[in-house]
RNA sequence: UGGGAGAUCGUUCAAUGGUAGGACAGCAGACUCUGACUCUGCUUAUCGGGGUUCGAGUCCCUGUCUCCCAGCCA
């Protein structure tokens, strides 16, 4: 049986779309700018799991590297121990792999450049552009100014080389309470980017160091920090989201107050998708709270999040190649996503019949005790994924909303004295229903035509619908798990995650029945339940208990239709 | 009201001074043993006002709106 989790590692094939980082890289080879070499990086700080939002940044650094000949490194931006786990490093490198990218040897840590850093900060400190600040968070902060005011210098910032050598060599020897003094650029108190006035370079702080445990007492600051790694690593396009524009002048001033190797930062809008929550922050609050099971909780945007809710690297990728890349900030609308699973799931996944919310079907006139088999294909378009046998008996299940008792409009399906099609089996008439004590019906009658096995008339009589069914005797108990978007469609504005939170976002079916061809299929296996959706099997489905995450709805043509006739 | 960035179909990305195009969504139809898939057709856009030009989404001026920035986070 074809499962295809983590092994699902071949390379995306789409024709690249124009996109203005591609033109400035085009442009760079031709203007001979980096001896035209393309080297990019995707630099994820290890402080949570992946999400969406983070693959149309790897689809873009490995994609670009690939289309350009280039490479692309992985990296991560370890420079702050109080937030960052060896837990998150290891669920990166599995979720950029899944994702089908390939580092090579070049995966990379900033704090393996921790040493390099600090020489270079002294550097700085000799070159007369840092110096040591003895003033506190709270006072950095008072003296850095408003929009239209310039800040106050720092008094301390014009401490001699000597000085601040050793005041800084003795901050990292940990001479010095945490924050109690900073090393900072002295840069322009005036200037009207913020990142401009004085930033910190260095803050004390004793935090075990997921690799570095305590070696270190002193960190260095993302600004400081990530142009001299890419630098290092001699990354030619440094491409990061649109929020760090203001960065980039500070991330030049460090490079060539240094002299040395220059990248290129380009900034990109962030992935926004309707409906979902892609901010660290709050997905990390999500688990936190216990709102959801986890970070691979099949209702998180995170990449562990759909891959167990049976999105495919595929379909990811595609999605990223077709959003584009753009300076704009825009939202996505989720149904591209939900395209693009829908479309990959469409041509791998094996069909089965199942029943989610089961209604009891008996067959009058069908011998009691007797058993035979349908044989079905396992793909309509695919021959070679092959066939199985579905057996067939007097008592099945249909899907209790293909019956109605009493039809609307145009209802095409099972009601009383309508003759329909079980899928692959037989015509059946339904001549009856019983009902409990509340009027709710628990059996639906039904008489099947003899001469209709296989699932044509050779009379040649139409039916208007063919639905799908198990057979009671033989069906597998299942459990399908039905998601809705974690988000309100409305949500409230509010930092109070819970008013936001759509309390259908899980709904569980225990009772579902599915086809025995499905019995003991491997976590991940794809499955398209016919005329349902697509699920996939969960992690937590054993030999005894089938547990199926529904991943997408099929497309629905008849709901439009009953919404509209409301 | 300082600085930075952006504005093209409902959404999103193209069009690099020369026919505004694709994808998704929507609508209509064909096909169908999944109202799925597939196929066909259709609707809909250059933020406003000036200017340059034979010609402007693109260049210039001006206005409007949106997003980001005052962490010892990244």
């Keep these: 049986m074809p499962t295809d989790g983590l092994n699902e590692t071949t390379a995306t094939s789409e024709t690249a779309p124009s996109n203005f980082i591609r033109d400035i890289i085009i442009r760079d080879i031709q203007n001979g700018k980096n001896d035209g070499r393309v080297h990019t990086r995707f630099p994820p700080e290890p402080n949570g799991y992946l999400h969406i939002g983070h693959a149309k940044s790897i689809c873009l650094n490995f994609g670009l590297a690939k289309d350009f000949g280039g490479k692309c490194n992985l990296r991560f931006d370890d420079t702050n121990p109080s937030k960052e786990e060896t837990e998150y490093v290891d669920s990166i490198i599995k979720d950029v792999r899944w994702l089908g ?160 190797h220059q990248p290129q930062q380009i900034e990109f809008d962030r992935l926004n998708i309707t409906n979902t929550m892609l901010s660290k922050r709050k997905l990390l609050l999500l688990v936190q709270k216990g709102f959801v099971s986890g970070w691979d909780d099949p209702r998180m945007p995170t990449l562990s999040g759909i891959r167990r809710r049976g999105y495919t690297p595929e379909a990811i990728r595609n999605f990223c190649g077709s959003i584009g890349v753009s300076k704009s900030n825009g939202v996505i609308e989720l149904a591209l996503l939900e395209h693009h699973i829908r ?34 294909p396992n793909h309509p ?84 619908s063919t639905i799908h069914w198990v057979s009671a005797e033989h069906a597998l108990n299942f459990e399908a798990r039905l998601y809705e978007n974690l988000l309100l469609e409305d949500a409230p504005q509010s930092e109070d995650l819970a008013t936001q939170l759509n309390p259908n976002s899980l709904v569980v079916k225990a009772n579902a029945k599915i086809e025995p061809s499905a019995k003991g299929s491997a976590p991940n296996t794809h499955f398209q339940f016919e005329r349902v959706g697509y699920f996939n099997v969960d992690l937590d489905s054993t030999d005894e208990k089938l547990v199926c995450n529904r991943t997408v709805q099929l497309r629905d043509a008849w709901a439009k239709i009953e919404k509209k006739a409301k």
């Excluded at 570095?212 to 989201?241: K, Q």
């Excluded at 009891?360 to 079905?376: L, S």
């Excluded at 199985?388 to 099972?414: G, H, Q, T």
């Excluded at 008339?457 to 208007?464: A, E, L, N």
Aim: hydrophobic letters at 30%.
């Design 381 to 464: 378009d695919a021959p070679e994924m092959g066939e199985r046998a579905v057996p067939f008996s007097k008592v099945l299940y249909i899907e209790r909303d293909d019956f109605r008792e009493v039809p609307p409009p145009k209802y095409p399906r099972l009601y009383p004295g309508q003759e329909v099609r079980l899928r692959y089996a037989y015509f059946v008439k339904c001549v009856g229903v019983e009902k409990d004590e509340n009027g709710e019906v628990t059996v639906v009658h039904c008489t099947y035509d003899p001469a209709s096995r296989g699932g044509d008339s050779p009379d040649g009589r139409k039916v208007k």
């Design 343 to 376: 479309e990959d799931l469409n041509k791998r996944a094996r069909r089965v019949m199942a029943v989610i919310d089961p209604i009891k079907v008996v067959i009058d006139n069908y011998p009691e005790g007797q058993t035979e088999e349908h044989i079905a």
């Design 101 to 260: 990218f390939d580092w090579e040897d070049r995966i990379f840590y900033a704090s393996d450049y921790f040493e390099q850093l600090f020489q270079w900060a002294v550097q700085l400190i000799k070159q007369g552009q840092a110096y040591v600040c003895d003033l506190t968070a709270d006072q950095v902060r008072e003296t850095r100014g408003t929009t239209t005011e310039p800040g106050i210098e720092s008094p301390y910032r014009n401490r001699s080389v000597e000085e601040n050598l050793d005041l800084f060599h003795r901050m990292r020897a940990g001479e010095f309470p945490d924050g109690s003094r900073t090393l900072r650029s002295k840069i322009d108190m005036a200037s009207p980017n913020f990142n401009m006035r004085d930033p910190v370079m260095y803050r004390i702080l004793r935090a075990e160091h997921h690799r570095t445990g305590n070696d270190w007492l002193i960190y260095p600051m993302y600004d400081y920090a990530h142009g001299e790694c890419d630098s290092i690593e001699g990354i030619t396009h440094s491409i990061c989201t649109l929020e760090f524009e203001d960065h980039r002048p500070l991330y030049d001033w460090y490079v060539k107050s240094l002299g040395i």
